[in-house]
């Protein structure tokens, strides 16, 4: 089942994707481990929206989401288009579907 036109609004989320809440784990003074969060509402609120939209579009065609991907990862692995910044978008745009896909198209990553 596949849904015509959103194709582009897929591929810009993924180009896009925003950096998710970073969480560190630190020893407190007494020498407990913790996680210490790290707070950027403009960041986090942006994430949100990118991450819940890829989410949606996913729903749609979990194939055409997967096919993208695949190719945007192949890009970057071939230099095409290499860069920090897109090898990273790419990532989070990947890590904010997981559990999207079922067990057998996760697999395939």
Wanted: charged share 30%; with cysteine; net charge neutral.
């Amino acid at each position: 089942r596949r849904v015509h036109g959103l194709a582009n609004v897929r591929l810009l989320v993924i180009q896009r994707m925003a950096k998710p809440e970073e969480v560190f784990v630190v020893e407190d003074e007494n020498g407990k481990i913790i996680r210490e969060r790290q707070k950027d509402t403009a960041s986090m609120a942006l994430y949100k929206v990118l991450r819940d939209t890829i989410v949606f579009l996913t729903h749609l065609d979990p194939e055409e989401t997967e096919n993208m991907l695949k190719v945007k990862l192949s890009l970057q692995m071939n230099g095409r288009e290499w860069s920090w910044q897109n090898l990273n978008s790419l990532c989070w745009a990947i890590g904010s579907i997981s559990g999207t896909f079922t067990v057998e198209q996760e697999k395939r990553f």
